[in-house]
């Protein structure tokens, strides 16, 4: 699996041949009086994403795959975007596309066709769509004697929301980046002298603050999955790191700092070390959020 766009699956097999992402930001420019103008940042532009699709019969039905995507263009929707290694890139619309005929069947139907796809980002209120959630008596015994006794056979399984796992997924990733820009500010900061070192606790605190958040976001929504235990103590041990790397921060001076600042760096690194022992169980969730199994 390469990639999924709401329900429309994407292999490497079916025909992707290249994707390009860009992300842009835009700025002001303020004119000076003889000097360079200034730039002023204004926000994050919209992110787009270039898809390249080769359409052959032999990887599928071309005229199928092709209505399929013009389908979800004309209900002008927005769709969640996820790629085969669990990266979600949240939802897309799709802004053009373009199709090029290279060769058509003796009956007029395409055979091999150039796709271009091109997404762009969208920043409105999204919710990815989640089938009923059957009650707690199989709708097929309903009325039945059987459902009137109750049978614990007839439960229905209880499955987390698939924005949950989701939502898992989502924070786990937040906190390694986090951490992992707390780690390269430490290793700049450790070759510096303790006076150097002092003036730099503020940024210090401020970007293990950072990690808070995502990582009781992660033990709060592994909670709630069925299987998520071992992610919930993730979160939580991972969070008992960055809290002690914070707390060697505090009442430092010029005659502790370097002290402290090594404990605190080492409590950084067993929190990273701690979030990539779970890779492999967070990309094995990412799966099941690919094959709709969670």
Not at 152 to 157: D, I, V
Request: no cysteine.
């Amino acid at each position: 699996m390469f990639a999924i766009l709401g329900d429309i699956e994407f292999n490497v097999t079916g025909g992707i041949v290249g994707m390009e992402l860009r992300s842009a930001a835009d700025w002001a420019e303020h004119a000076r009086i003889k000097g360079k103008p200034l730039l002023e940042w204004i926000g994050d532009g919209l992110d787009e994403i270039n898809l390249s699709i080769e359409l052959r019969a032999q990887l599928g039905d071309p005229e199928a795959r092709w209505r399929a995507l013009r389908e979800a263009k004309t209900k002008h929707q927005p769709l969640a975007l996820v790629l085969g290694n669990g990266d979600y890139l949240g939802p897309q619309v799709i802004a053009e596309l373009n199709l090029v005929h290279r060769r058509m069947s003796p009956t007029g139907q395409l055979a091999v066709a150039a796709l271009q796809l091109s997404l762009r980002e969208y920043t409105g209120t999204f919710v990815r769509k989640v089938l009923p959630t059957p009650g707690l008596i199989n709708p097929a015994v309903s009325g039945t004697p059987a459902a009137a006794a109750g049978s614990p056979g007839l439960l229905s399984k209880f499955m987390p929301s698939p924005s949950t796992t989701q939502t898992v997924i989502s924070h786990a990733k937040t906190a390694a980046n986090v951490l992992q820009a707390g780690k390269s500010l430490y290793d700049q900061v450790k070759a510096g002298n303790a006076s150097m070192i002092l003036g730099q606790v503020p940024q210090l605190l401020g970007v293990t603050a950072r990690a808070i958040e995502p990582l009781q976001g992660l033990a709060g929504a592994a909670g709630l999955l069925t299987d998520g235990a071992d992610l919930a103590k993730l979160g939580d041990d991972v969070l008992g790191n960055v809290m002690g790397a914070r707390s060697s921060l505090n009442a430092v001076d010029l005659g502790n700092i370097v002290e402290r600042f090594s404990a605190s760096r080492d409590s950084l690194d067993q929190a990273l070390t701690t979030m990539d022992g779970a890779r492999t169980r967070l990309a094995g969730l990412a799966a099941q959020v690919i094959t709709r199994k969670a």
